[in-house]
């Protein structure tokens, strides 16, 4: 059976609160990230890259962003009169208001999954990164005949809400499941990837709007001991965003060639909007090592391991040190910048210092001048 005959779902809202310096203002899936893409690209791409050509975007607020980012779906191959891309703006209802969490909006876009005639859905957000194989796990949940898969990775889990390990017998079907108390040690937890039976999706939907659920995990759980849940183990370069210093860490893991290479792997390509830009300009004075530059740069200072995304300005004298230099910014004559993330548009006068630390970077907000 193809892999066409999947729904994919995008939360492009869910853990906005674990980034709240970068989300005031734009949702997590349209916080910027390694040059020249949004986080959003990274589930859209691999939805694409696995035969998907339907998928659904909740939203929930300061969607703005994402959606000049998204637009009609056409980076991604998804402009189409049939199918394609859908944004899922919040349903509001007399009886709950906006939607406040991702069974809320599942239940609001409950329309849009009964007019679909696709037999699965798969739902992702938008803080897991990865070059994800879900046609293999869409594959699997087949052969299997499994009611729901649910992906999961080994490691240290993530302090985000209601992070789920499991237990999984000898054919990997899940035995038990709970809501993680202990983030100090290694165990198999949920990345919140799931496919699941649409008409099963459908069924718990009337059933958590009856009986009042508050969230999707604490559904599903109650659920898996009925169901035959299969667990699938998503390996090589997975990273589950929760903080500030998370985004750091993994954007600057990108200078490693080897990270590199597993994310933005040629067979499984990352798609984005295009935006035409000159080539990056290298002045004389300019020195530049182990950094990620994109195009529309221009350089006559030093930068050593850092990210600059597009048209970002780094003024003679100007060191940049192990920093993340958002588009349109503009670093002055013999400024000095150390472990800091500027966002987007911001301006650094002449001869100014900022300095952090690797575990503590210096978040500078969008459109401030310092």
């Not at 005949?145 to 080994?154: E, K, W």
């Not at 030093?302 to 004298?317: D, S």
Request: charged fraction near 20%.
């Amino acid at each position: 059976m193809s892999s066409n005959n999947v729904l994919g779902i995008i939360f492009s809202n869910a853990y906005d609160e674990l980034l709240p310096e970068m989300t005031t203002f734009r949702t997590m899936g349209s916080v910027p990230f390694a040059g020249r893409y949004r986080l959003i690209d990274f589930p859209l791409s691999n939805m694409v890259n696995a035969g998907i050509s339907q998928v659904g975007i909740i939203t929930k607020a300061n969607y703005r962003s994402l959606m000049d980012h998204v637009g009609n779906g056409k980076a991604w191959d998804l402009s189409r009169k049939r199918e394609g891309m859908t944004i899922l703006p919040p349903f509001n209802t007399t009886e709950t208001g906006m939607s406040v969490g991702k069974l809320d909006a599942l239940c609001g876009s409950i329309d849009y999954l009964s007019s679909s005639d696709k037999e699965y859905v798969l739902l992702t957000d938008c803080n897991v990164l990865g070059n994800i194989d879900y046609e293999d796990m869409i594959n699997a949940h087949i052969e299997k005949n499994a009611d729901i898969t649910l992906a999961y990775t080994r490691g240290i889990p993530k302090q985000i809400n209601y992070a789920t390990e499991y237990e999984f017998g000898a054919d990997g079907k899940i035995v038990s499941s709970k809501f993680i108390g202990n983030f100090m040690f290694e165990t198999n937890y949920s990345t919140n990837v799931m496919v699941i039976r649409r008409s099963l999706l459908e069924r718990l939907l009337q059933e958590a709007h009856s009986s009042r659920f508050e969230n999707l995990e604490s559904l599903i759980a109650m659920h898996l001991v009925h169901l035959k849940a299969y667990g699938y183990e998503q390996k090589g370069y997975i990273r589950v965003l929760s903080s500030l210093q998370d985004y750091y860490n993994v954007s600057l893991e990108l200078l490693d060639r080897d990270n590199m290479k597993q994310i933005f792997a040629p067979d499984k390509p990352v798609y984005t909007k295009t935006r035409d830009e000159v080539p990056a300009f290298y002045g004389i004075s300019s020195n530049v090592k182990n950094s990620l530059i994109a195009d529309g740069c221009r350089i006559e200072g030093e930068v050593e391991n850092c990210i600059l995304f597009r048209g970002v300005t780094v003024a003679k004298g100007a060191k940049i040190k192990d920093s993340i230099i958002m588009q349109g910014s503009f670093v002055g004559e013999n400024a000095s910048l150390e472990c800091v993330i500027l966002d987007k548009s911001v301006a650094i006068k002449p001869g100014k210092n900022l300095c952090g630390a690797s575990n503590f970077p210096v978040y500078v907000g969008k459109e401030i001048v310092i």
